[in-house]
Nanobody
Framework: QVRLVESGGGLVQPGGSLRLSCAAF????????MAWYRQAPGKQRELVAR???????NYADSVKGRFTISRDGAKNTVYLQMNSLKPEDTAVYYC??????????????WGQGTQVTVSS
């Protein structure tokens, strides 16, 4: 059984910073990519940033230059450094991983979500 555990959300003022972390636990054979999505009230879930196992990254246009995704492959952990936060970044942020558990096919897993609120 694989599970993703997120941490680091909270309340921050506009212009502030937060760092999200997500660790994957379980019998993991191969990790292909990890990503962060977010969902604001009344909106669809959207990709924020993704990093692959060769450290290739891609970002939503709305966060380019402000957010940085990174990973620790040895710990199956992904981070999202969020700087210059804006009220429109307020959302529940979800960790996502494409991986293979031992003796299993590649499967997408989701974390439980962590709330990020940007407000003065």
């Amino acid at each position: 059984q694989v599970r993703l555990v997120e941490s680091g959300g909270g309340l921050v003022q506009p212009g502030g910073s937060l760092r999200l972390s997500c660790a994957a636990f379980g019998s993991i054979s191969s990790m292909y990519s990890m990503a962060w999505y977010r969902q604001a009230p009344g909106k669809q879930r959207e990709l924020v940033a993704r990093i692959t196992n060769d450290d290739s990254t891609n970002y939503a246009d709305s966060v380019k230059g402000r957010f940085t995704i990174s990973r620790d492959g040895a710990k199956n952990t992904v981070y999202l450094q969020m700087n210059s936060l804006k009220p429109e970044d307020t959302a529940v942020y979800y960790c996502n991983a494409l991986l293979s558990a031992i003796l299993a096919r590649p499967t997408t897993y989701w974390g439980q979500g962590t709330q990020v609120t940007v407000s003065s």
